[in-house]
C-alpha cells in the first residue's frame, strides 16, 4: 500500500531538538481518551496529517494507541521514522530505580521499540499502590507522597537514551526552579518542558527561562481544556474557585479575530502559539475538529491580533490543571505551583 504523506507539508512545521531530530509542531492530545475512541482518533489525525501522538503511562490508553500505529506502520502507511510518539514517567514511578521498569512497559504497550521523547510527567513522585499502576492513600485519602530526587531521575532518563529506548528526554510541569536544576546537572538538556499554556495562562516567565536555556516549550490544554474543571469536580470533588472568565473557544475577541480570517476559534487560539514557535498537542476525538486544528499553517495573524491574544493572559490565575484534586499533592516540596489565595 501506498504511503500516505509520509512526512507530509503540515509535520516538516517542526522545531529541531538538540538531539538533531524535529519535533513536530503540532501533535495529537490523547488525555481523558478512552480505549474504544483511541483507535479512531489517531487514524483520523495520521490521515490528516499527524504525525506526532502524545500520550502518558497515566492516560491508561497506550496499548490502543499501539495497535493504531502498528496498524499504519505494518500495513506500509507510514513508517515508523516519520512518526514522533511521546510518552511519560508516570507519578508512581517518579523515582530512578523505577525509570527503566515504567519506559519499557509503556513500550510494550505501545507495540514499539523505542520512543521518540519520554518526559517526566510531574515533577512530584507518590508511592505506588501494590497494583504498580495507581498511587497509594492515607486513610484520609490523600496521596501517600515520595522523596523526588530530581538528579537522580534524570541521570536515569539519560540512560535511556544511551540504551535506545528513547530518542529524546524531557519534563512536564517543571517550574523555572526545577527546570534549572535539572539542566545545571544534566549530561543531555531536557529536549522540552510541557507546560499548561493557552490564551489565559501564557507562562511569560517560564517561556523566558526556557529560551535562555535553549529549551522548546510544549504546550498542552492550547485550547484551554474546556470540560477540565468539570471533570476535576465531579471526579475528585475538588471545588475550583469562582471562575467568570468565559471559554477560550467562545471568547468575544478571539470569536472576531476568527471571523476576520474564516477561521474557527479553535484554530486561532492554536495559530497564537505556533506563531510563537511553541509546539502544540490539542486533544480531540472528533475528526472533523482533529482536522480542522490541523489546519492552521494556511494563514497568519497580524502583529495587533496577536498582541490583543497576548492581552488575555491572567497569569496563575488562569491555571487549570494544578493538581490539587490529589489530595495532599501541594504538601510535597516538589510541588511546582504557587497557590492562588482564592485556591
Ligand atoms: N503533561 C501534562 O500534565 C498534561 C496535562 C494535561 C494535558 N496534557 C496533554 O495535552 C493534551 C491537550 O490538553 P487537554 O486535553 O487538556 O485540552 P485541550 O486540547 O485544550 O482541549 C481539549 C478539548 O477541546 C475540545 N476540542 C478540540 N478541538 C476542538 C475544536 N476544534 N473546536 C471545539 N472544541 C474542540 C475537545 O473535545 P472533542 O474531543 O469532543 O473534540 C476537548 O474537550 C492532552 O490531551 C494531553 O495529551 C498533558
Known amino acids: ?200 495562562l501564557q507562562q511569560t516567565k517560564l517561556r523566558a527561562s526556557c529560551a535562555k536555556l535553549g529549551i522548546p516549550i510544549t504546550a498542552y490544554s492550547p485550547l484551554g481544556s474546556p470540560g477540565a474543571r468539570i471533570h476535576f469536580e465531579q471526579k475528585y470533588n475538588y471545588q475550583y474557585p469562582d471562575n467568570t472568565a468565559p471559554d477560550l473557544l467562545q471568547h468575544p475577541l478571539v470569536k472576531d479575530i476568527a471571523n476576520a480570517h474564516q477561521k474557527t476559534t479553535a484554530q486561532v487560539l492554536l495559530k497564537h502559539l505556533i506563531q510563537q514557535g511553541i509546539i502544540v498537542i490539542p486533544k480531540s476525538t472528533n475528526p472533523k475538529r482533529i482536522k480542522e486544528n490541523a489546519e492552521i499553517f494556511d494563514f497568519q495573524l497580524t502583529p495587533d491580533q496577536m498582541m490583543q491574544l497576548s492581552g488575555l493572559d491572567l497569569g496563575e490565575e488562569g491555571r487549570i490543571i494544578n493538581f490539587r484534586f490529589w489530595k495532599g499533592v501541594e504538601k510535597h516540596p516538589e510541588y511546582p505551583f504557587t497557590i492562588q489565595k482564592s485556591a
Not at 490508553?61 to 514517567?89: S, V
Not at 517518579?94 to 525509570?99: E, G, H, I, L, T
Not at 484520609?140 to 539519560?158: C, F, N, P, Q
Not at 528513547?166 to 539542566?183: M, P
Open 1 to 200: 500500500m501506498a504511503r500516505v504523506g509520509s512526512i507530509g507539508s503540515m509535520a516538516t512545521k517542526s522545531v529541531l531538538l538538540k538531539s538533531g531530530q524535529r519535533m513536530p509542531l503540532l501533535g495529537l492530545g490523547t488525555w481523558q481518551v478512552r480505549h474504544e475512541e483511541i483507535e479512531q482518533a489517531v487514524d483520523a489525525a495520521l490521515e490528516a496529517g499527524y504525525r506526532h501522538i502524545d500520550t502518558a503511562f497515566n492516560y491508561n490508553n497506550e496499548e490502543a494507541i499501539g495497535r493504531a500505529l502498528r496498524r499504519w506502520i505494518d500495513g506500509g502507511r507510514c513508517g515508523r521514522e516519520d512518526l514522533f510518539i511521546t510518552t511519560k514517567l508516570p507519578h508512581v514511578g517518579n523515582r530512578a530505580s523505577d525509570v527503566e521498569k515504567y519506559l519499557k512497559k509503556s513500550l510494550s504497550r505501545l507495540r514499539l521499540d523505542y520512543v521518540d521523547l519520554y518526559l517526566i510527567h510531574m515533577p512530584f513522585g507518590f508511592v505506588p499502590d501494590s497494583s504498580g499502576e495507581n498511587p497509594a492513600k492515607h486513610d484520609d485519602g490523600s496521596y501517600v507522597l515520595d522523596d523526588t530526587d530530581h538528579v537522580a531521575v534524570w541521570k536515569e532518563m539519560e540512560k535511556q537514551v544511551d540504551e535506545g529506548l528513547t530518542r529524546n528526554i524531557g519534563v512536564s510541569n517543571y517550574n523555572i526552579e526545577q527546570l534549572e536544576r535539572t539542566v545545571a546537572n544534566a549530561r543531555i538538556l531536557p529536549a522540552t518542558n510541557q507546560v499548561e499554556l493557552h490564551a489565559y
